[in-house]
């Protein structure tokens, strides 16, 4: 169970740091048109076990393209996006 004391010490911009963007408008843009081509190929040309691995892939490519969010990219460290200069 959470408590409220515990809700409040979380601030704002920790939550965003952990789950705020990293990656690139450039690697979203690869990422959205690879899920497009991915989701258009299993709904016209793949079928089976194939189709549904594409759409899998297709759905995760497309979520993170969205987000600006790539769960892999945070868990080992790295990402694309450029940090602002404060």
Not at 2 to 9: D, E, V
Not at 18 to 26: T, Y
Not at 36 to 57: K, N
Request: charged fraction near 15%.
């Amino acid at each position: 169970m959470i408590n409220a004391g515990c809700l409040k010490s979380l601030k704002t911009k920790e939550v965003k740091n952990m789950f705020g963007k990293n990656e690139s408008d450039v690697d979203r843009i690869i990422r959205a048109v690879v899920g497009l081509l991915l989701a258009t190929a299993s709904f016209m040309y793949l079928s089976g076990w194939l189709q549904i691995v594409a759409y899998v892939l297709a759905v995760i490519l497309l979520f993170t393209a969205i987000t600006g969010f790539c769960l892999i990219y945070k868990l080992f460290g790295i990402g694309t996006l450029k940090q602002k200069s404060v």
